[in-house]
């Protein structure tokens, strides 16, 4: 990676890791029953994960599917969030009449979810594959484990989309451990030498 993409995978990494970082806030508080201001939540995604989108895309000349799947991954979350921040209230504050409108629009919302986190696996799967086979000791095993992740994030959310399954807590699961292990392996892509 020339200078300017180190940068790029530098941000992405930042802005990866902040991404988790509000998923875990958002399902910590809900799951414990405190209360989560999801506007804050959602809009600080938003803007994470246009972050990430530009940042992905910018890695594409170097690492195509890598680049490629972390700006998928950004710009199918910045719509899932969007959709999150700026149509579930009025929905779903809109009475009977809206139910049906409100229901196909959360549905939405879940397939860019699943899509997006289909697409991080298979960011994760390429880097980790990438650091498996040309780096060693430390990088390697976190290569293999970045692998691992983003293959499982790409079955379990791959299944996800389709409907009726019941898969959305291990399906964004996977998908965010695979996003976790892809920003620690990213700026490592960037030194692996695959001339051999």
């Known amino acids: 990676m020339n200078p300017s993409q180190l940068i790029a995978a530098r941000v992405a990494v ?5 991404t988790v970082a509000t998923q875990l806030v958002y399902i910590g508080l809900s799951s414990m029953g405190g209360t989560v201001n999801r506007d804050i939540i959602w809009a600080v ?17 170097t690492r195509p599917i890598m680049g490629s799947a972390i700006g998928t991954f950004g710009v199918l979350n910045t719509m899932q969030a969007g959709i999150g921040l700026v ?3 009025p929905l779903f504050e809109g009475g009977e009449a809206l139910a049906p409108v ?7 919302a879940f397939l860019l979810y699943f899509a997006a986190k289909l697409a991080i696996g298979l960011g ?5 594959l990438l ?4 780096t060693g000791g430390g990088v390697r095993i976190l ?7 983003g293959g499982i994030a790409v079955v379990l959310n791959g299944l996800a989309i389709f409907p009726q399954t019941d898969l959305t807590y291990p399906a964004g699961g996977a998908g965010t451990v ?6 620690l392996a990213l700026v490592p892509t960037g030194r692996a030498d695959t001339r051999h």
């Open 87 to 89: 149509m579930f209230g």
């Open 131 to 134: 650091l498996y086979r040309h």
């Open 14 to 18: 930042i802005a990866l890791i902040a």
């Open 143 to 149: 290569g293999l484990l970045t692998a691992i992740a």
């Open 124 to 128: 994760a799967l390429t880097a980790g």
């Open 45 to 61: 995604e938003v803007l994470l994960f246009a972050v990430v989108a530009v940042a992905g895309f910018a890695l594409i000349s």
């Open 178 to 183: 695979a996003t976790l292990l892809l920003a």
């Open 102 to 108: 409100a229901g196909a629009v959360l549905a939405l």
